[in-house]
């Protein structure tokens, strides 16, 4: 296989890609390290909305890999940032966990549980949620008819190590979408674009001079795709070399890795 080309940014997913629960995948901090000693950009994205990115930078640090704030980015932050610019003004009812929350009012918007005032539900990944939230989203939808959904991320469970995992966001959008005959208008995490032009925002760099890294064939490398960015899939996660083969050549990823520190020459590991 040819070997990855130097790029400008490199964005990386976090768990399964970086790291497996509170254990750094083999090579990752060597991978981090060498990349910012050579200047390169480094930024962290993650499709986990019950924590903020301080949270994120936080486990970075323990883990020996410091990050500031502003490179990390998950759906805390492109949720608020979506309503700020789509949504103004609006009344927000958000099932989601305090960070989202928190993070949506200091965007200077209204949140309330009150359906007849409700102009978009927020639902997200919710370890909360109860039949009391669904009904207030259903009367919002489908009683007063004045609200739009949206989503942070579109997954179905969280991975935990040891083949455990937990329902995602997709189980409380299902939920809701089943009850009120609605649909979720949109989705900020990936494989949403919404996450990876934020991303590459923050750089202040373009899809053709970063590369994205991840473990999950359909959210890092599908949103990768469809930007126009270069993809890498590390095979420490879910997917498989099989799945890669199954996909069309134009949807597979630019390069298959089985350890995350192969982004290096092989000289340079």
Not at 106 to 117: I, P
Request: hydrophobic share 40%; with cysteine.
């Amino acid at each position: 296989m040819t070997e990855p080309r130097p790029y400008r940014g490199y964005l990386f997913d976090l768990d399964g890609t970086i790291y497996l629960g509170d254990e750094l995948l083999p090579g990752a901090r060597h991978l981090v390290r060498t990349l910012r000693e050579r200047g390169r950009e480094t930024l962290f994205l993650s499709n986990n909305p019950t924590r903020d990115p301080q949270m994120y930078a936080d486990k970075l640090g323990r883990l020996g890999i410091p990050t500031p704030v502003s490179h990390i980015v998950n759906p805390v932050v492109t949720m608020a940032a979506w309503l700020r610019a789509e949504a103004p003004g609006a009344s927000v009812f958000v099932i989601g966990e305090a960070p989202l929350v928190r993070a949506i009012e200091q965007a200077g918007l209204r949140v309330t549980d009150r359906a007849e005032e409700i102009d978009i539900v927020v639902a997200s990944y919710d370890r909360g949620f109860d039949y009391a939230k669904l009904q207030i989203a259903f009367d919002a939808l489908w009683q007063h008819g004045r609200a739009r959904l949206v989503a942070t991320n579109p997954d179905a469970y969280c991975p935990f190590p040891g083949g455990r995992g937990e329902p995602d966001a997709a189980a409380v959008i299902a939920a809701i979408e089943a009850s009120t005959g609605k649909r979720c208008e949109v989705n900020v995490g990936k494989p949403s674009a919404v996450m990876l032009e934020t991303a590459l925002g923050v750089l202040g760099l373009a899809p053709s001079e970063c590369v994205m890294v991840g473990d999950r064939l359909y959210t890092d490398i599908e949103m990768a795709v469809d930007v126009g960015v270069d993809s890498a899939l590390v095979l420490t996660g879910e997917s498989t070399e099989e799945m890669v083969a199954a996909l069309p050549p134009e949807r597979r990823p630019t390069w298959v890795l089985q350890r995350i520190d192969e982004l290096l020459n092989p000289a340079e590991v």
